[in-house]
């Protein structure tokens, strides 16, 4: 079939699918779905278990070891983390890679079963284990709410109405509130009033139970009616409860709570988690999207909302934004768009500055009508617009043009051949519609392995993948179908005069001479041509080694964390307070916008790469917000000599917004083994190499530091013979230190426990402990905590015993330095010898993790699709010339493209990072493709007659236009890319290697045929290019 005479004389259908692509792309554009980075599935879940009163070690081997030995079973599963402190028990599940987020939910509630099923063999004590399965939700919008002055109840109020009206917000899937406080209800009773009256803890928490217990008090038929009975008694409010009668002395007179106990209503102390905004106690209201929106849009609506909402809204109760994903993504998606229509502006001005105006016009609006029929399938199949689909379609713009360059250069050959336009279009496409076929298919296939990578890395960049597999296919669809329409447009037909006009040689520009020359010279010394190329490739090889590594760049919002550890088992107040007199003095500095901090615990998941810290006292983090990014580096030098000067004592980590899945801790060192003190030994050796390295900062382990346990000495005989257990004791310690719940006090919706204590001057000091008051059933009376404790020793024990795949595993941590140059693969690269040189014990075993961890996962499974594509890629060409000898010709080509990427990110100074790799493995579909080009010519002259010294010069000279051409868009359409810090080492990878590839190409291609095909020389004078 003539596809090309089919759309030149149906005029109207040609028309027709024009409007559609302008029309149905400009309208599908509007439809799309804007996001900042694409989104990709967190297959991880936690089970958190409390285990009140058990030791680390007890909550690791009777509860943790239990989890993950019914967890292990599962199928899915491929990593198991766990963490046990004091009383709490943390195991976190990551699945395989190859479960995508559709089989997630069915995969938890399996795990929830296997949970459910054996948590009644856990020990008595421990509570019900819990599944947290939204642990990867985004609250794409975080809002501090905060009022100078106003108590925690009132902003609790406010914020809780909030999210009661924005739930209802068209695109919002879930609100919640972070930091907020916990109420209690606190009864303070003298032990000595508790002894003289003769009431031990169970008969006060008896009392109150049974006095403010919801109980059923039946019915009674009463006629016809049948009316439910409610007594009264409940408490209503704090006065009722303290008006409950305790005791009745001898002289009769009634004994109230209020007599003998300090009652208040108060919040919980300590709490978990306290935030602040620029030093204004806070609460945090995030707010997730649903999936597949245009955040922009919902963006809008939760302003509008809010605006609306004002009338409501306190005065002196503020509201700032932390995050406003749908800000930055109108900001990241306008940028992008910018770049985008920057780089097709550079591709249209090169087509008109090298093809002429009308070629360039009409290949400009071919590729205006293939970017906006990538438009309409990518509404279609759901690809939003963000970061990585755009960034595919920059990388794609000049490929898209290749195939409309060829036709239209195919077309204009003819023109001056004297061809007419119908002719020379039905000519052309005839000849390289197939060819062009596989050269896409194979510029296709090459970033397949992107596409098909199942892990977390591959999903966040896998839509470059779809959508350089969409628009090159229509860009193939529009070369062949409306290229031909359009040069029948816009071209006329040439007036054939003579024999002598119609052989005239098109070939004779400058760039035509120039490349004739040294073409001649690289056939006639074809074998130092091929040493002079394989010499060129393994200089550079050797040069790779200076190259830095990384695997994903820093983002560049102007934002930035500070987290701080005070040492292990820091009481949170502590914490606190020093997170309040470091937040004074940030928020004086001009440079910062807002500072939050967020104490006991990181804050909720605001990025999808951002990694919350999970709950620990001694820990703060600060969210620092700039007004622009170039202010960064000099702020952190100086918070970094400063913190380092001013609180020397605390661990600070400074860590910027990242791109990409985010690994933790750059440079990790993981230690298995059973016995924790070899495993803390070995810790120590590793910091030591850190250390001695100068190149590494945040240098810790994730068991801490030890911290002290004050252990009463129990006298079992002692308290045997007075009939007092060692839960007896237990509960007296709790009751008098941290508080014992006795009840449960009703407020509306709210439910506050009843806590009884002790006044804080009877709780101050552990000596007390001696003059404590405990219950003897054996001899119906009070005695001395002294009778039965027969000493005190105060021991060290670990906080915090991390497990990997089921073993004792100590990690040890630090990242580059923040102000240096070095990436984390160099510094590990460096390290990675001495380390692995510390000899372990039998039993023990070294593991890497952290960015080599992740980026050598990542490249598994790019490396593990790649054969497949690369063989497929081979029998594709070997289809398209049904011979073994050309697919060799033009594969010989692909290993130069090193020369040019080794080069060019030296010179650039740019990192090795894995969207370079990307761009590196994505050259060889380049390189092939512009082979096929020049082969498929050769081919063509040959079937034509022609001499194959001759076939092979006369096609090398005529394909120089189309295959630089091609060169030159793509090249020139990465330039906005290359100011763009997550696509700068793909863009310089591309640029460099296929210039360099395409200009050696148009050397080796002739050179290898000539070779293969043992082709004798010629003088180019013995024969005439036409």
């Not at 502006?345 to 500055?353: D, E, M, T, Y």
């Not at 913190?643 to 990790?668: C, D, Q, T, W």
């Not at 090398?956 to 290359?978: K, Q, W």
């Amino acid at each position: 079939m003539n596809i090309a005479g089919y759309f030149i004389q149906r005029k109207v259908t040609s028309w027709m699918v024009t409007l559609i692509l302008l029309v149905g792309g400009s309208i599908a554009f509007t439809n799309l779905g804007q996001l900042e980075d694409p989104e990709f599935t967190i297959k991880d879940t936690l089970i958190v278990t409390l285990y009140p009163g058990a030791s680390p070690e007890q909550v690791e081997e009777e509860v943790t070891y239990p989890i993950e030995r019914e967890l292990q079973n599962l199928p899915y599963v491929d990593k198991i983390k766990s963490t046990s402190k004091a009383g709490y028990s943390k195991v976190q599940i990551t699945i395989k890679d190859k479960y995508r987020a559709q089989a997630l939910k069915q995969i938890w509630d399996e795990v929830r079963k296997k949970i459910r099923d054996m948590s009644g063999t856990l020990p008595t004590g421990v509570q019900t284990p819990i599944v947290i399965d939204d642990f990867g939700d985004v609250y794409g919008v975080m809002l501090a709410i905060h009022g100078e002055g106003y108590p925690y109840k009132d902003l609790e109020d406010y914020v809780d109405y909030l999210k009661r009206e924005l739930v209802l917000v068209n695109g919002v899937a879930k609100v919640e509130i972070s930091a907020e406080q916990d109420e209690q209800v606190t009864i303070e009773v003298s032990r000595a009033k508790l002894a003289t009256m003769g009431i031990t803890t169970d008969q006060f928490k008896s009392l109150l139970a049974n006095q403010n217990a919801v109980s059923n008090a039946g019915r009674v038929r009463v006629g016809s009616e049948y009316i439910r009975i409610s007594p009264t008694g409940e408490f209503k409010d704090i006065s009722e409860l303290e008006n409950l009668i305790v005791g009745t002395p001898v002289e009769g007179k009634l004994i109230r709570l209020s007599d003998i106990a300090t009652i208040k209503r108060e919040y919980v102390d300590p709490q978990e988690h306290y935030v602040s905004f620029n030093g204004s106690n806070s609460l945090l209201l995030g707010i997730s999207f649903s999936s597949n929106v245009n955040v922009v849009e919902v963006g809008k609506r939760i302003d509008q909302r809010l605006d609306e909402l004002k009338y409501q809204q306190p005065v002196g109760i503020s509201m700032d934004s932390v995050y406003f994903q749908s800000k930055e993504v109108d900001r990241s998606v306008n940028d992008f768009l910018f770049n985008l229509v920057a780089a097709v502006g550079i591709v249209i001005l090169v087509l008109l500055v090298f093809m002429g105006i009308y070629s360039g016009i009409l290949i400009g609006l071919i590729l205006l009508l293939t970017i906006l029929g990538t438009f309409i399938v990518m509404n279609y199949f759901g690809i939003n617009l963000q970061r990585i689909s755009l960034g595919g379609l920059i990388i794609a713009l000049g490929m898209l043009v290749d195939n409309a360059i060829v036709v239209t250069e195919g077309v204009l050959i003819g023109l001056k051949r004297g061809m007419t336009k119908f002719d020379a279009a039905s000519s052309v496409v005839k000849q390289t519609k197939w060819p062009l076929l596989g050269a896409t298919v194979i510029a296709v296939v090459a970033f397949a392995p992107i596409g098909l990578s199942p892990d977390s890395v591959g999903e966040f960049v896998g839509s470059l993948f779809y959508v350089l597999l969409i628009s090159l296919l229509l860009s193939w669809v529009t070369a062949i179908t409306l290229t031909p329409f359009f040069c029948d447009l816009f071209f006329k037909d040439s007036q054939k005069q003579d024999d002598e006009s119609s052989s005239e040689d098109p070939y004779k520009g400058f760039l035509f001479v120039g490349y004739k020359w040294l073409l001649n010279i690289a056939m006639r010394f074809r074998w130092i041509t091929v040493v002079l190329l394989i010499a060129a490739l393994f200089t550079s090889g050797w040069a790779f080694q200076f190259v830095k590594q990384a695997f994903f760049p820093p983002s560049t919002t102007p934002m930035f964390y500070m987290n701080v550890w005070l040492p292990e088992g820091t009481h949170i107040d502590a914490t606190k307070d020093k997170a309040e007199e470091i937040e004074a003095k940030l928020i004086k500095d001009e440079r910062i916008e807002y500072v939050v901090s967020t104490v006991g615990q990181g804050a909720p998941r605001f990025l999808l790469t951002y990694s919350s810290e999970q709950p620990n006292s001694s820990y703060a983090q600060f969210i620092i917000r700039t007004h622009t990014q170039e202010e960064i580096p000099g702020l952190l030098k100086e918070l970094y000599a400063q913190m380092n000067k001013e609180y020397p004592e605390i661990h600070v980590k400074f860590a910027r917004l990242e791109l990409g899945p985010s690994s933790g801790a750059k440079v990790e060192a993981r230690v298995s083994g059973p016995d924790p003190e070899v495993l803390r030994n070995v810790s120590e050796k590793i910091k030591e190499i850190y250390h001695a390295d100068g190149g590494l900062e945040n240098i810790k382990d994730d068991w801490r530091q030890p911290v002290k346990v004050l252990r009463p000495l129990f006298d079992d005989v002692q308290a045997r013979r007075l009939g007092i257990s060692k839960a007896a004791l237990d509960d007296v310690l709790l009751t008098n230190f941290s508080g014992k719940q006795v009840g449960t006090y009703r407020d509306g919706t709210d439910l506050l426990p009843i806590i009884l204590t002790t006044p804080h001057d009877e709780h101050t000091s552990t000596a007390q402990i001696r003059d404590m008051q405990i219950y003897s059933p054996s001899s119906g009376s009070y005695v001395r905590l002294a009778t039965l404790v027969s000493g005190f020793e105060t021991v060290w024990e670990d906080p915090i015993i991390e497990r990997r795949d089921r073993k004792r595993t100590i990690t040890i941590m630090s990242d580059p330095l923040i102000l240096g140059d070095e990436t984390a693969m160099s510094v590990f690269n460096r390290i990675r010898v001495p380390i692995e040189a510390i000899e372990l014990p039998i039993g023990y075993k070294l593991e890497w993790g952290g960015e080599y961890e992740s980026s050598s996962d990542a490249q598994a499974n790019i490396f593990s699709a790649l054969p497949m594509g690369y063989l497929f890629m081979f029998i594709i060409t070997i289809l398209l010339f049904n011979s073994i000898r050309i697919p060799l010709v033009i594969w010989f080509c692909v290993p130069l493209a090193l020369i040019g990427v080794s080069s060019g990110l030296l010179v650039m100074n740019t990192a090795f990072s894995f969207m370079a790799l990307l761009g590196f493995l994505s050259l060889s579909g380049m390189i092939v493709k512009n082979g096929i080009v020049l082969a498929d010519q050769i081919s063509y002259e040959r079937e034509q007659g022609t001499e194959i010294y001759e076939a092979i010069f006369i096609s090398a000279v005529s394909r120089v236009r189309p295959v630089c051409m091609a060169a030159i868009t793509t090249i020139l359409g990465m330039i906005p890319l290359l100011y763009d810090a997550f696509f700068e080492g793909m863009a310089v990878v591309i640029s460099f290697g296929l210039g360099f590839a395409t200009v050696l190409t148009l050397i080796a291609v002739p050179v290898f045929y000539a070779i293969l095909f043992r082709v004798k020389y010629r003088k180019p004078s013995e024969f005439e290019i036409r």
